[in-house]
């Protein structure tokens, strides 16, 4: 039965983002990801934090996070998340991290910066290792993310 627990994604958000471009040459840039997670059980709710940092060379030329909240349609325990969810909500919300990405960087008036389709399956486990589970009224966000309500 859980491994066919149906989950929506509710609602996404940027709430932190930064480019510096002024140094930005031609060239390759690196595209690494940090995945984050806080489920709350008692309200079948899963918060991810996508961070996204953006580079070339020992240079950061930016940094996006997008928070996503998921609803699970049914009761479910932290532990019997299937595997797939981890790894498909990092693919749900990653084509809206790419749009916001090219957008801002188009918009801006500097080098746009285009995302290429990534296949990122394999950040799922990581998001299953950096997941907290909070309980009862000691709920504490995931540091660097809100907690709302």
Do not use: W
């Not at 919300?93 to 990534?118: C, E, H, K, M, N």
């Amino acid at each position: 039965m859980t491994e066919n627990a149906r989950f929506q994604l509710e609602e996404y958000r940027f709430p932190r983002f930064t480019f510096d471009t002024t140094s930005l040459e031609d060239g390759e840039l690196s595209i690494d990801f940090l995945p984050r997670g806080v489920f709350e059980g008692q309200r079948g709710l899963y918060r991810l934090s996508l961070e996204v940092r953006i580079g070339q060379g020992q240079y950061q030329v930016g940094k996006v996070e997008c928070e996503a909240s998921f609803h699970f349609s049914e009761e479910i325990s932290l532990s019997s998340i299937p595997g797939y969810f981890y790894s498909n909500s990092i693919a749900i919300v990653f084509p809206y991290v790419r749009a916001f990405i090219s957008l801002v960087t188009t918009q801006s008036q500097i080098p746009g910066i285009i995302l290429p389709t990534l296949n990122l399956s394999g950040l799922g486990e990581k998001l299953k290792e950096n997941t907290l589970e909070l309980n009862g009224a000691n709920n504490q966000p995931l540091p660097g993310c809100s907690q709302r309500e």
